[in-house]
């Protein structure tokens, strides 16, 4: 590990990786902070952008009660669909 990624951990670490209302450029995209929501350590841009949407981001699902990942939505939106048709069609055997 180079000196200036162990300067930037000690940083990060120190100060928490975010950016105050006085500071002068906001939260840069080059510069190395911590995941919230776990250990890892990068540029910004990752960690707040693919990062996040590959191992953070879920979506509360109302039917089964559970969080699904952002890459798995359709397929679990489909299978809803595919099940509840099966339901709509047992109904109508039992009510015919």
Wanted: hydrophobic fraction near 30%; include cysteine; proline fraction near 0%.
């Amino acid at each position: 590990m180079n000196s200036y990624i162990k300067y930037a951990t000690y940083w990060v670490n120190q100060f928490g990786g975010t950016a105050n209302n006085c500071d002068k450029n906001g939260n840069c995209q080059e510069a190395y902070t911590k995941c919230k929501y776990c250990i890892t350590f990068g540029k910004r841009k990752h960690i707040e952008g693919s990062h996040f949407n590959q191992n953070h981001l879920f979506i509360y699902c109302n039917v089964c009660f559970i969080n699904i990942k952002r890459d798995q939505l359709i397929s679990h939106y489909e299978s809803h669909l595919e099940n509840l048709n099966k339901f709509k069609e047992n109904i109508d055997k039992v009510v015919k």
